[in-house]
């Protein structure tokens, strides 16, 4: 089993950074895939970033590409999202999720661990 523990949430303004980041425990992750997921209110949980489990793969939704940037630190056990830029529409609980595989699915069904979520507000 894994335990993920998201921290780094918050209220920003609109333009500033947040840094996220995803604890594991149980577990080591270097054999796991992970990605970040978010829901925002009366929507469905949508993919963010993934990064396979040596980290040289990584992929980004469109709508954060060029602001996020996904990391981890298998010593660490613990997987990062850098926010830059952001955007009020950025404004949802943001999940870390692993999964058995070398390569991060961008369906929210495929994984196999969640984290409890971090709540990210942006004002305008």
């Known amino acids: 089993q894994v335990q993920l523990v998201e921290s780094g949430g918050g209220l920003v303004q609109a333009g500033g950074s947040l840094r996220l980041s995803c604890a594991a425990s149980g577990r080591i992750i270097n054999n796991l895939a992970m990605g970040w997921f978010r829901q925002a209110p009366g929507k469905e949980r949508e993919f963010v970033a993934g990064i396979s489990w040596g980290g040289g793969s990584t992929a980004y939704a469109d709508s954060v590409k060029g602001r996020f940037t996904i990391s981890r630190d298998n010593s660490k056990n613990t997987v990062y999202l850098q926010m830059n830029s952001l955007k009020p529409e950025d404004t949802a609980v943001y999940y870390c999720?692993?999964?058995?595989?070398?390569?991060?699915?961008?369906?929210?069904?495929?994984?196999?661990?969640w984290g409890q979520g971090t709540q990210v507000t942006v004002s305008s």
């Open positions: 999720g692993a999964v058995r595989r070398y390569y991060y699915p961008s369906s929210s069904s495929e994984y196999d661990y």
